[in-house]
Every structure is written in C-alpha cells, then in structure tokens.
C-alpha cells in the first residue's frame, strides 16, 4: 500500500493543480461584469503594486481566510491572480465563507478583456 503513495500523491497534487486553475467561461464572466461584480486580485502586495488594474480590490491569498469580511456578499466575486492558481484556491475560500456566485478569471490581465 505505501508504495502506491509514492504514484498517488503527486497524481492528486497535480490534479488538483489543474482542477484549482480552472477559470469560468467568456460567456458566464461576461454576464458577472454586466452586474459589476467586486474585482478581488489574491497576488501578493508586492505584485499588485507592481501592475495591476484599477477596479481590483487586493487581499493576499494567505490574507483572505481572516479578511474576507472586507467583500460585500450580496455582489458577485471575481477573482484573478498571476496565473488562475491562487484565484482557483481564493474561490474555494470564499464559497466556503459562504459567498454565493464567485467565479476565477484567471490572470489578472484577462481583465482588459471585462473592464475598460
């Protein structure tokens, strides 16, 4: 049995992986944007200020379990980071904490795409 650990764990971690990074589809943000969701950037404050949009509210993914009282939860969520990783994760977070429609964009640049 322990041997077979060996193959499953980094199987279900990149599983996982790819599972956290998945991002929602053009058409179901498109509809998001149309109701002017709350935009949440889970990158690190170094890398907000380095470039960012101007509509995103920043909380660190490490920061969001204890800071997620900050996001209104009558509005959608929308959430980006660098690559779709940390939103995937930052997603889990805030359905957990109850938020009802909260979808991950991905990268943050995926924004110019949304947001003039």
């Known amino acids: 049995m322990l041997r077979y650990l060996v193959?499953?764990?980094p199987l279900a971690f990149l599983g996982y992986?790819?599972?956290?990074r998945r991002s929602a589809s053009a058409t179901d943000?498109?509809?998001?944007?149309?109701?002017?969701?709350?935009?949440?950037?889970?990158?690190?404050?170094?890398?907000?200020?380095g470039a960012r949009h101007t509509r995103a509210i920043n909380i660190p993914l490490d920061e969001l379990s204890s800071r997620h009282k900050e996001l209104d939860r009558t509005r959608p969520v929308v959430v980006c980071c660098e690559s779709g990783s940390r939103s995937g994760m930052a997603v889990g977070i805030l359905k957990k904490?109850?938020?009802?429609?909260?979808?991950?964009?991905g990268s943050w640049r995926r924004l110019q795409t949304f947001l003039p």
């Open 7 to 9: 193959y499953l764990i």
């Open 97 to 105: 904490a109850g938020f009802p429609e909260v979808a991950n964009l």
């Open 29 to 49: 943000l498109q509809a998001l944007f149309d109701r002017k969701p709350q935009v949440l950037d889970v990158r690190t404050k170094a890398e907000f200020r």
């Open 17 to 20: 992986m790819l599972w956290s």
